[in-house]
Structures are given as C-alpha cells and as structure tokens.
C-alpha cells in the first residue's frame, strides 16, 4: 500500500524555526515527484514547494521563497521541509504528497498527486 507519514509539526513563535518530514512507503519512492502543500484556515490547499525526481530541482511558491527549503533523502525515502523565519501566515495543515512522475510537478494539478500524507499542524504565534 502506497503511504506518506508526516512528522515534525508544532507551534513555533514568530520568526523561529521547524523541519517537517515525510516518509514514503509501498512505491519507488526516486522515481516520484514529491511537494508540501498547506491548507490555510478557511483557504484552498495551495502548494508549497516541490523538488522533481530526475534532477532533485525546487519550486517554491513566492510567499515561501527565501524562507522555506525542500529536500529529498532517496535512500531513506523521506523528504523534508526546512521552514525558517516563519509567521503567522504561515500557521496550516501541511500536507506531502507525491506523483508517479519523473521529473518536477509544481506545473500539474493537485488532481494528479497519487499519494497524499494525512496532514501536520503548523502554528506560528505573533
């Protein structure tokens, strides 16, 4: 069964830091273009930053850009976000997900992603 578990979620104060995890199960994981998402409170779920499968590139979106940093581990099929100098609007459910894709995926739909993590809360307090 093809599964994401997300770790690293919390309450962080303004300006401060978290690292969320993601690990990938039942898939071949290096062949799988991966992103975070979040879901602000009464928001659509927007995507984040994404990193592809061929070439290990980033796409951010540019409210995060500078701030946030994604990576992949292959042989630990997990991958990860680095969130520095967060804010309040940043506080969200984050989600990973993943696409049977090689190469990058922030220019598909969401309606794509195969795979999708159940979620870890972000709050950033002021």
Known sequence: EEQLVEFGGG????????RLSCVASGFT????????FRQL?????????????????THYLDTVNGRFTISRDNA??????????????????????????????WHLPQELYDVWGQGTQVTVSS
């Open 29 to 36: 994981f290096e062949h799988w273009a991966m992103a975070w």
């Open 41 to 57: 409170p009464g928001k659509e779920r927007e995507g984040v930053a994404y990193i592809s499968s061929s070439d290990g590139s």
């Open 76 to 105: 630990k099929k997990t991958v990860y976000l680095q969130m520095n100098s967060l804010k309040p609007e940043d506080t969200a459910v984050y989600y990973c997900a993943a696409m049977e894709h090689w190469g990058s995926s």
């Open 11 to 18: 309450m962080v104060e303004s300006g401060g830091s978290l």
